[in-house]
């Protein structure tokens, strides 16, 4: 009998996970507030101009709404010890926090293109783990605008279906569509496939090439036999050692609520936060990075990377939670990758199968958070590059000098686009700043402008202090 998932008694007082009506109208809010939040962000950066020696502080400083830091339930508390904890592993040896380090902002611990797993830890994954950090407002995953009624799963194939026409969203920082276009959004994994963390924290429990479970009917009984046996029965009821799809179901969930309660998953901690609030100096490379960043005719970052917070105080997360196909170069060392004819195509699969047929979104993946991305050794869907600077060379260069991005193909040229199929290459992004340029265009960023980019994205890493500041300096 298929193991399923289901409410418990034991969480009728508790907000349904993970607050799914929430986050759409927190989405509606920081669509509302592009225009008045880059306003803001750039009259900041011009008024810093004029303050002499104090260049780099915020001028109009604002109050930001954090999330409250409380003790953790008792659900999350459970949560946390199954987070570290590698007996859910076919191994034995790869707990949740082998791939989501808490001392990397939730990211891989390590430079590895792809994380190892299987029952022998032998085996490669097929991406790079994006970072658990920064979800807490995550939407569900769904095609339109952010509007509706999320407690009514949508028919993901229609809603596609009826988009497939639609000419597609216009990205540029500091403007707001005048008509929302329907978009792919929301989700968990660069393909969206999970649309809760309790869901998202399932999923890697029978992928052979993570913690390799062979079924859930193993996972449970290393759940009976663990030491947290009492601790269920005592959260849930005498009954849920006998009901496994449900204990199954209750030990995701508190998972989830540890990703949602512990502050270590959003802390807001960055030098960016502390200066939207006055409390700390850009310096003057951070300060062109952060115009840059934001500039819809140079690095356009903002169009995707919401940098501005929201109407009402909501700190940016750095991303609009969308779906783009940015054709980045195939990365030859994958081991899928050996076989020419696989291609990841996002949104269509592998991994993902309920959307298989909607091909106008084939070759697409999340935009992740650049918070912490400086904790990132690696970066794009697969794992391709593995520094910022190279990064940011794609993009400046993609466009107007693809012989400098992609390998050379059979007949010389350069083989653009060369991890999609020739069929979906319609859906890679050409009309979005700096991909609106074309070749012997010139490029859009200097290489000072690059490495000022990089030095904004080194202030959005967690944990500022001025001590830790001034050691950073040292270092470089």
């Known amino acids: 009998m298929p193991l399923r998932f289901q409410s418990s008694p034991a969480r009728a007082s508790m907000p349904r996970e993970p607050f799914r009506w929430l986050p759409l109208l927190l989405g509606a809010a920081c669509a509302l507030s592009c225009l008045t939040g880059y306003a803001f962000l750039d009259q900041a950066a011009t008024a810093q101009d004029a303050t002499g020696p104090d260049s ?8 930001l709404r ?11 508390q459970l949560g946390k010890s199954l987070f570290f904890d590698p007996m859910l592993s076919g191994s034995g040896k790869q707990s949740c926090a082998s791939c989501h380090s808490p001392d990397y902002g939730y990211n891989p611990p390590n430079a590895l293109t792809v994380q190892p797993g299987g029952v022998n830890l032998h085996k490669a994954g097929y991406r790079p783990p994006l970072s658990l950090g920064y979800l807490y407002r995550q939407r569900p995953f769904n095609i339109g605008p952010d509007t509706g009624n999320d407690e009514v799963a949508p028919n993901l194939n229609a809603l596609a279906a009826s988009a497939r026409n639609d000419p597609r969203a216009r990205k540029q920082a500091g403007v707001t569509p005048a008509v929302p276009a329907m978009v792919a959004q929301g989700g968990l994994f660069w393909d969206g496939r999970a649309d809760s963390l309790q869901r998202q924290a399932y999923l890697p429990l029978l992928n052979p090439v993570e913690m390799a479970n062979t079924s859930m009917d193993e996972v449970v009984d290393k759940l009976l036999r663990s030491r947290y046996r009492q601790t ?16 199954i179901d209750e030990a995701m969930f508190a998972i989830g609520r540890f990703q949602i309660e512990d502050p270590s998953f959003h802390p807001f901690t960055s030098k960016y936060d502390a200066w939207l609030q006055g409390q700390a100096h850009l310096t003057p490379a951070e300060m062109r990075g952060l115009r840059l960043f934001n500039d819809p005719r140079k690095g356009n970052c903002a169009g995707c990377h919401l940098s501005q917070p929201t109407r009402d105080g909501l700190p940016p997360l750095f991303t609009d939670t969308q779906y783009e196909a940015l054709g980045v170069p ?3 060392t994958l081991a899928v990758n050996r076989d020419p004819h696989f291609y990841d195509l996002g949104i269509c699969g592998p ?3 309920d959307l298989a047929k909607q091909t106008q979104y084939c070759g697409m993946f999340l935009t992740p958070t650049l918070r912490n991305v400086d904790r990132r050794a690696v970066f794009f869907h697969n794992g ?3 520094s910022l600077t190279q990064v940011l060379d794609f993009y ?15 007949n010389g040229k350069p083989d653009i686009y060369n991890d999609m199929p020739a069929a979906y290459r319609a859906n890679i992004d050409n009309t979005d700043a700096p991909f ?3 070749p012997g265009d010139p490029p859009p960023l200097t290489a000072q402008d690059i490495q000022d980019i990089i030095a904004f994205l080194h202030t959005l890493d967690d944990g500022y202090s001025t001590q830790a500041s001034d050691e950073r300096k040292l270092k470089r």
Do not use: C, W
């Open 232 to 247: 269920f029965t005592m959260l849930f009821g005498p009954g849920i050692v006998n009901d496994r799809g449900q204990l």
């Open 66 to 76: 954090l999330p409250q830091t409380q003790p953790l339930s008792a659900v999350a």
């Open 56 to 63: 780099g502080i915020n001028p109009h400083p604002v109050h």
């Open 396 to 410: 400046n260069l993609r466009n107007v000098a693809p012989e400098k991005v992609y390998p050379r193909g059979a």
């Open 384 to 386: 391709v590059y593995h």
């Open 351 to 353: 991994l993902r199968k």
């Open 330 to 332: 195939r990365n030859t």
């Open 436 to 438: 609106d340029r074309r």
